[in-house]
């Protein structure tokens, strides 16, 4: 039975007032990052522009341990994987439907083996990156193709469904409070560091 001001959808139980949408209806734009060889364009680090990938992408977060810089000239040339604030990205291969959103001191930054997600102005990225990152990972899961090196393609990750809370408002507040929950988390395991040590 399902509780009072909820109902039963594709994507499960949810408010009577979210709806259920596809990705792509969301989205300006939902394309891959750069998929090649690019070694001969790497520069030092520092220099060029920041070149993210997989492994460089965290729940709800980033890590630059090991990040790589190309060229202004391969930029240039491949400004259909340029980053924006906001940008959602989940990794493509490897630790698939890892997700994160852009921070605006990234922006400009290129990519690869990523699936930028680029939603349209009422719609609060955060959300959909915490989704992805919880109960959103299993829809993920149910796209994934190969054999030997798993990996979701964009035109199946545009088809999933996913749940949409009514206002930009609304999704902006459950970001908030996801993003205090996992601060609080994150200082406990801290303080158990600490108290073991």
């Known amino acids: 039975m399902v509780k009072q001001g909820y109902k039963q959808t594709e994507v499960g139980t949810i408010p009577v007032d979210w709806q259920v949408s596809t990705m792509e209806s969301i989205t300006s734009l939902m ?3 750069f998929v ?5 364009e790497y520069v030092p680090s520092g220099t060029g522009v920041l070149y993210l990938q997989g492994f460089n992408i965290k729940e709800n977060g980033f890590d630059l341990t090991g990040v790589t810089y190309v060229s202004d000239s391969f930029h240039k ?8 604030e906001n940008d959602l990205l989940t990794v493509q291969t490897g630790d698939i439907g890892v997700t994160s959103c852009l921070p605006k001191r990234f922006e400009g930054a290129n990519c690869q083996a990523l699936i930028i997600s680029r939603f349209y102005d009422k719609y609060d990225s955060r959300f959909w990156s915490y989704y992805f990152n919880s109960i959103g990972r299993k829809t993920l899961k149910l796209i994934e193709t190969g054999t030997t090196m798993k990996h979701i393609n964009v035109g199946d990750m545009k088809g999933i469904l996913v749940p949409v809370p009514k206002t930009k408002d609304e999704q902006k507040r459950i970001a908030e ?4 929950v996992d601060s609080m988390i994150s200082t406990l395991e801290k303080l158990i560091a600490k108290k073991k040590a």
């Open 31 to 33: 394309t891959n990052g």
């Open 36 to 40: 090649g060889t690019i070694k001969s």
């Open 77 to 84: 040339k491949h400004l259909k994987s340029e980053l924006k």
């Open 177 to 180: 409070t996801l993003s205090d």
